[in-house]
C-alpha cells in the first residue's frame, strides 16, 4: 500500500531529546491524487489516478510525458535528510503483452534545491537490467539515500517524469510506471525541555513594599544545569510587579510579588512556555534548602533594605529604611526617625547556597545565619534611613538581613528585612608556565604543538579602579562558577600567522578554594601565543560590570615557545644514479654522481600528526640542512650484490651536504635535496670481479635526525635511489697487438672488456671510454703519433693507437718488437699476468714481419 510519510525524528544531541511525528500521510486509499500532488503532461492525454491493484493502491503514471509533484515539504528545520520510495513495473514481453514501458518511456526523479533547481536523483529505463521488456512476472527497485544540504529547505519537493511515450503500434494494453512507498525523513534539533523551577527570596516581605524573588528555571531534578534558553513564566499568586508573566532567559531572572495585606501566601509557578516537565516549583527561604514549602508572610513593618551591586571586594553603601505601612495609603512611611537602633545583621547565600567567605558591614564581619548574627547601631535619619558601608570579597547573589527586636518602649515590636545583591568578580588571571616576554622565537622551548599543559584561571576581586594586571594583587574569587567558558589563542609570535587551534575549546569553572582553576589543553600551532579565556554573563552582567552585557576576553602574557612534535618525511623522488655512459655502463671502481639528486620533504606535525605550519616562519624553523645531513646513513656496500669473498661489495661516497629549503605552497614543510656534488663509487679489488649487475643503494633518514629542539623524524625512512638503468661491469681495456712493415705506420686497436663471471667479453655498452697518443709510450722502434678517439660497442674498430714506421724514427732498428703501454684509469686496468695486481694495457707492434694472408695457413718460398 502506498504511503507518503514525512517523518520528523528528532535525534538526542548533547541535552537534546528525541521526539517524532507523522507530518503527512496519504495512503491512496481515494480514487485521485488529490490536494497532496500536482500533475501536467505535455504529451496525450495522460492518467495519474490512484487506481486498485490486486488489492492494494499504488501511484501509477502512464501513456506520455507526464510529470507529478508533490506539495511543498518544510524541511527547514532538518539537519539531515533521507528520501526513499519504491519503483515497480508490472510483466511483459517486449511490450506487447503486458503494461511494461516501452523502449523510452523512462522515469525521471528529481528534487528541488533551496536554489530553485531540480536536481536529479535517479533514471529508471524501461529497458534496463532493472525492469527487462522480457520480464513474464514483473520486477521494483528500492531507492534509499540521504538528502543534500541544498535540499534541506522548507519548499522542498519530489516529482516523478516519465520521458517520451505516445501512440505506438506496442500501446495495446497502456505502459504503467509504479511508484510506492514514499518517505521523507529527517533529523532535526529541539532544544532541552524545562525539568521545574526554583524561587529563592527571603521570608520578611512588606505590605508597603514588593519583595524581590529570584527565580531560576532547571534543566535536570537536581538543578545541575540551568535550561538557559528563553522561557515565559507565569507567577503566582497575582500581584508582581510589571504583570505576573515574565521571561526567564539566561537561567535565572528576578521579579517583586506586591501584596498590600497582611498575612502568608504561597508562591509558584502557575505555567510556563515551554511548559516544565519535571517536578513541581521548588523554593529556597533566606538560603535555606529547596523543598515544595513555599510560603511568605507579609508584616505592615519591617525594614527595606537596598544594597546595589558592586564587583567583589570594591564594596557599596546599604541603605537600610525601618518602614510601616501608612495609616492612609499603601505607601511605605518611617517606622522611626531621627534615633539610633542595635540591629541584628546577617547574609544568606542565594547563589551559589553556600560559600567560605562573610559578608562584612561597617567592616566587621556578620554572621551566616540567624544563630549567628552580629549586632551592630545603626543611626536612622529624619526620614527613617540608616546607611552601612557593605563588601564581600567572594562572588555570588547574597542576601543582607536585618532584624530588629524591640526593648522598652518598642518592647514586643519586631522588624526584619532583607536584601539581594550580586558581587561580581572585577575579571580573570589567566596564566601558564612557559612565560615569554621577549626575542620570541628563541625562547626556551615550553610544550611540544598538541601537548597538554595547564592553564590556570581565576576569577579575581577588586583591588583598584583601572587594574589591568589581575594577576598581580587581586585575591580570588572562590564561590565563582561558570559552564562553558571559551577557550582561544591569538599568535603572538610569528607575528600575523596562524594561530592554532586550543583543545578543549571550552571548559567548565567550578568553585575553588582560592578560585583557581587548572585546565589541561593544548595549542596545536608553533609559536608564542596568549591564551583567551571567554566567560559567559555571570548573574547578568559581564565580569568587571555591573549591567554590560558585551563578554570580556582575558588573556594570558605571552605564552611557549611551542615546538613541533616530529617530522614525518615523505618522497619527492627517491633519485636517479647516473652511468658514465648514456648506454648505462658503469665500471667497478669509476666514480659517478646523480643524474637526479634525491629530494624528500621533511614536514613539521604536531602530537595529533596535524602540520604545523608557522614551523616554517622566520626564526621559527630550528632544522639546519646540515641537522639533516649529518644524520643521514649512507651505504657502505651494496644491498645486494656479493663479492667473490661472499660479502657485500664495497662501496665508497663522497658526500656532501644538501639544500633545505621551505616549500614554496605548503608552510611547515620544507624540502632537502642531495647535493649534485655527491660521488659514489663502487670499490674494485679482487673479490669485486664479478659478473655485471644493477646497483644496490640503501640509504636511511633515522630517527636521529633532529633540529636544535631536539624535535626528530617520527620513524625511520629508507629509500634507494634508481639505478635500473645501470650495468656496474668489472672492466679492462685490452691492446690488441699489431703486425706491419718497417716502412709504414702501424694501427694498434683498442677493446673494452668486461667480465661475465666466467670470463672477459668485449662491452658492447662502452661508447664512451677514450684514447689519446698523450697516454701511450713505445719502449722502442717507433713513436706514437697524434690520435684521438672513443670507443664505439666497446671497440675502437678500423681505428687506434698510430704508431710511426720504425725507418721514419731516428736511431732506432728498423725491425723488431715494440712494447706499447697506455695508461688508463684505474677501472680500465687489469691482472694481464695474473700477478694479482693490476696495470695499465700493453700491446706488440712488431715491424719487417710480413704475416702475409690470414688466411694461408702455411707458404714457402722457392728458389
Not at 521545574?196 to 531534578?221: K, M, N, W
Not at 655512459?581 to 639528486?597: F, H, K, P
Not at 614551523?615 to 656496500?637: D, Q, R
Request: aromatic share 10%; with cysteine.
Amino acid at each position: 500500500m502506498f504511503r507518503l510519510l514525512l517523518l520528523i525524528s528528532f535525534l538526542l544531541l548533547e541535552q537534546d531529546v528525541v521526539a517524532a511525528t507523522v507530518a503527512f500521510s496519504d495512503d491512496f486509499e481515494r480514487t485521485s491524487l488529490g490536494s497532496d500532488w500536482s500533475t501536467t503532461s505535455s504529451s496525450r492525454s495522460g492518467t495519474t489516478t490512484a487506481r486498485s491493484s490486486s488489492g492494494s493502491r499504488s501511484m501509477y503514471i502512464s501513456n506520455g510525458v507526464v510529470t507529478v509533484t508533490s506539495k511543498v515539504i518544510d524541511l527547514s528545520t532538518a539537519t539531515s535528510g533521507n528520501l526513499s520510495y519504491w519503483v515497480g513495473v508490472d510483466g511483459s514481453l517486449i511490450g506487447l503483452f503486458g503494461s511494461a514501458p516501452n523502449p523510452g518511456e523512462d522515469l525521471k526523479v528529481e528534487i528541488l534545491l533551496s536554489t530553485g533547481n531540480w536536481q536529479q536523483v535517479s533514471l529508471f529505463v524501461s529497458n534496463s537490467t532493472i525492469f527487462s521488456l522480457f520480464d513474464l512476472f514483473g520486477s521494483y527497485f528500492n531507492y534509499n539515500a540521504a538528502l543534500p544540504s541544498n535540499a534541506l529547505h522548507s519548499g522542498f519537493r519530489i516529482r516523478y517524469t516519465m520521458l517520451g511515450g505516445g501512440v505506438s503500434l506496442f500501446d495495446l494494453l497502456g505502459d504503467y510506471w509504479y511508484i510506492d512507498n514514499i518517505t521523507v525523513s529527517m533529523t532535526a534539533y529541539v532544544p532541552p525541555a524545562v525539568d521545574h523551577f526554583r524561587l529563592s527570596y527571603g521570608s520578611s516581605a512588606l505590605t508597603c513594599s514588593p519583595t524581590e524573588v529570584t527565580i531560576q528555571a532547571c534543566e535536570d531534578a537536581s538543578c545541575s544545569t540551568l535550561y538557559t534558553g528563553s522561557v515565559d513564566v507565569t507567577l503566582s499568586p497575582t500581584g508582581w510587579v510589571g504583570g505576573d508573566t515574565i521571561t526567564v532567559t539566561g537561567g535565572s531572572a528576578t521579579a517583586s510579588l506586591a501584596h498590600t495585606s497582611v498575612g502568608t501566601v504561597t508562591l509558584g509557578v502557575s505555567s510556563s512556555v515551554p511548559a516544565a516537565t519535571g517536578s513541581g516549583t521548588q523554593c529556597s527561604i533566606d538560603g535555606g534548602a529547596y523543598s515544595s514549602f513555599c510560603d511568605l508572610t507579609f508584616a505592615d513593618s519591617g525594614f527595606l533594605v537596598d544594597v546595589p551591586d558592586f564587583l567583589s571586594a570594591r564594596g557599596e553603601t546599604a541603605t537600610i529604611s525601618a518602614v510601616k505601612k501608612s495609616d492612609n495609603s499603601l505607601q511605605c512611611t518611617p517606622a522611626f526617625a531621627s534615633t539610633t537602633k542595635t540591629v541584628s545583621l546577617w547574609s544568606d547565600y542565594v547563589l551559589p547556597s553556600s560559600g567560605s567567605m562573610a559578608v562584612s558591614v561597617a567592616s566587621s564581619a556578620i554572621g551566616t545565619t540567624s544563630g549567628t548574627a552580629t549586632t551592630q547601631s545603626l543611626t536612622f535619619d529624619a526620614s527613617g534611613q540608616a546607611t552601612a558601608a557593605i563588601n564581600y570579597s567572594d562572588a555570588g547573589n547574597m542576601r543582607l538581613q536585618v532584624k530588629y527586636t524591640g526593648s522598652g518602649a518598642d518592647a514586643g515590636l519586631v522588624m526584619t528585612g532583607n536584601g539581594e545583591f550580586i558581587a561580581r568578580p572585577a575579571g580573570m588571571c589567566v596564566q601558564a608556565s612557559g612565560v615569554c616576554s621577549s626575542d620570541y622565537s628563541n625562547c626556551s622551548a615550553f610544550k611540544k604543538a598538541g601537548e597538554n599543559f595547564d592553564l590556570t584561571t581565576t576569577a579575581v576581586a577588586w583591588e583598584s579602579d583601572g587594574d589591568s594586571n589581575f594577576c598581580s594583587g587581586n585575591a580570588g574569587t572562590p564561590n565563582y562558577s561558570a559552564t562553558a567558558i571559551s577557550l582561544a589563542s591569538s599568535v603572538v609570535s610569528p607575528a600575523g600567522q596562524r594561530d592554532g587551534t586550543v583543545t578543549p575549546t571550552s571548559y567548565d569553572h567550578t568553585a575553588a578554594s582560592g578560585g583557581a582553576n587548572t585546565v589541561s589543553i593544548n595549542e596545536s600551532e608553533v609559536g608564542v601565543f596568549n591564551f583567551n579565556v571567554t566567560p559567559p554573563l555571570y548573574q547578568g552582567a559581564a565580569l568587571g560590570s555591573l549591567s554590560s552585557t558585551s563578554l570580556v576576553t582575558y588573556s594570558s602574557g605571552p605564552t611557549g615557545r611551542f615546538i613541533p612534535d616530529h617530522f614525518e618525511i615523505a618522497e619527492v623522488t627517491p633519485g636517479r644514479l647516473a652511468a658514465t655512459c648514456s648506454t648505462g655502463n658503469l665500471y667497478s671502481g669509476e666514480t659517478t654522481t646523480w643524474a637526479e639528486a634525491p629530494e624528500y620533504t621533511l614536514t613539521a606535525h604536531n602530537v595529533g600528526h596535524g602540520i604545523t605550519t608557522n614551523y616554517t616562519e622566520t626564526g621559527y624553523t630550528k632544522l639546519t640542512a646540515a641537522n639533516v645531513f649529518s644524520g643521514i646513513i649512507e651505504p657502505t656496500t651494496d644491498g645486494s650484490q656479493d663479492g667473490t669473498d661472499n660479502n657485500k661489495l664495497a662501496v665508497s661516497l663522497t658526500s656532501n651536504q644538501g639544500s633545505l629549503n621551505i616549500a614554496a605552497t605548503d608552510s611547515g614543510v620544507m624540502n632537502y635535496v642531495f647535493s649534485a656534488l655527491d660521488d659514489v663509487t663502487y670499490q674494485r679489488s679482487a673479490v669485486a670481479e664479478v659478473a655485471p649487475f644493477i646497483p644496490d643503494l640503501d640509504f636511511s633518514f633515522p630517527t636521529t635526525i633532529a633540529d636544535s629542539d631536539g624535535v626528530a623524524v617520527s620513524s625511520l625512512v629508507n629509500f634507494s635511489p634508481d639505478t635500473s638503468a645501470i650495468s656496474l661491469r668489472f672492466g679492462r681495456m685490452w691492446l690488441e697487438d699489431g703486425y706491419g712493415p718497417e716502412t709504414e705506420n702501424l694501427i694498434m686497436p683498442l677493446r673494452a672488456e668486461y667480465f661475465d663471471g666466467t670470463g672477459y667479453l668485449i662491452n658492447i655498452l662502452d661508447d664512451c671510454s677514450g684514447w689519446d697518443d698523450a697516454n701511450a709510450s713505445a719502449d722502442t722502434l717507433t713513436a706514437l703519433m697524434t690520435s684521438t678517439g672513443t670507443l664505439v660497442g666497446g671497440s675502437s674498430n678500423a681505428d687506434g693507437l698510430l704508431l710511426q714506421a720504425p725507418t721514419a724514427v731516428a736511431g732506432t732498428p728498423d725491425t723488431g718488437k715494440a712494447i706499447i703501454t697506455l695508461t688508463v684509469p684505474s677501472w680500465l686496468q687489469g691482472d694481464y699476468d695474473n700477478n694479482g695486481a693490476y696495470e695499465d694495457p700493453k700491446g706488440v707492434a712488431s715491424f719487417g714481419i710480413w704475416r702475409g694472408h690470414r688466411r694461408m695457413i702455411y707458404r714457402r718460398e722457392l728458389h
